[in-house]
């Protein structure tokens, strides 16, 4: 079966400093993968999908930017954090191919900006 | 702007009622359909998926499609404490490019009150 492993579950930085985010895939070959945040109380927003390794698509302008080294790796990276920065940050997978298939979703990492 | 809407509560119901939960999206073209469940602090979770007009059953849960209408709606029955949390709408951008990109809703809270 499938599974998808995130990490840190959380994490303080402070102001400035750099992040990067680790989101791994077993189980499956190919998949499309997606970076969303999650601000407290809010809804998701897909910042980041890939289908394929090297190819990156990003939703929103922001200082953050995400990588594909390899077919199950996902990583989310920054330069330096903003206070806005601060949220739950998801990765999740889908088989791909047809378009229609759901996302499953990773533990997620929960990132609080001093 | 693809939209999928949702109130956001919190819909409280008694212990063993039927919870009834709605959504509406713009997108016509629209094929696929999802609700996720998300407790406080964790990830979501899917628990539906439905692709045709109709009803989908699966254990106390029951999805609704009516894409004449544009609504999708989930039925909770014999409702428990522990199906409290919040359960997000999502939907399949289309066209999709075999992205399996979704359009969340922000979700209704749910509590089930003994």
């Known amino acids: 079966s499938q599974t998808i492993h995130q990490w840190p579950a959380t994490l303080v930085q402070p102001v400035g400093s750099p992040l990067s985010l680790e989101c791994t895939v077993e189980?499956?070959?190919?998949?499309?993968l997606y970076w969303y945040r999650q601000a407290a109380g809010r809804g998701l927003q897909l910042l980041f999908y890939?289908?394929?390794?090297?190819?990156i698509s990003s939703e929103v302008p922001q200082n953050l930017s995400a990588s594909r080294p390899q077919d199950r790796q996902f990583i989310l990276s920054s330069k330096k954090l903003l206070l806005s920065d601060s949220g739950f940050y998801l990765c999740?997978?889908?088989?791909?191919?047809?378009?229609?298939?759901?996302?499953?979703f990773g533990d997620g990492t929960r990132l609080s900006i001093l | 702007q693809k939209e999928v809407e949702q109130n956001s509560g919190p819909l409280s119901v008694p212990e063993g009622a039927i919870a009834s939960l709605n959504c509406t999206y713009s997108d016509r073209g629209s094929q696929s359909f999802f609700w996720y469940r998300q407790y406080s602090g964790k990830s979501p979770e899917l628990i539906m998926s439905?692709?045709?007009?109709g009803d989908k059953e699966d254990g106390r849960f029951t999805a609704q499609l009516n894409k004449a209408s544009q609504y999708v709606s989930l039925l909770i029955r014999d409702s428990q404490p522990s199906d409290s949390a919040t359960y997000l709408c999502?939907?399949?951008?289309?066209?999709?490019?075999?992205?399996?990109?979704?359009?969340f809703g922000t979700g209704t809270r749910l509590q089930v009150f003994p």
């Open positions: 439905i692709y045709s007009n």
């Open positions: 999502a939907v399949n951008a289309f066209p999709s490019y075999n992205t399996d990109k979704l359009i």
């Open positions: 189980g499956t070959s190919n998949p499309n």
């Open positions: 999740a997978w889908s088989a791909g191919g047809g378009g229609n298939q759901p996302q499953h």
């Open positions: 890939s289908v394929g390794i090297g190819q």
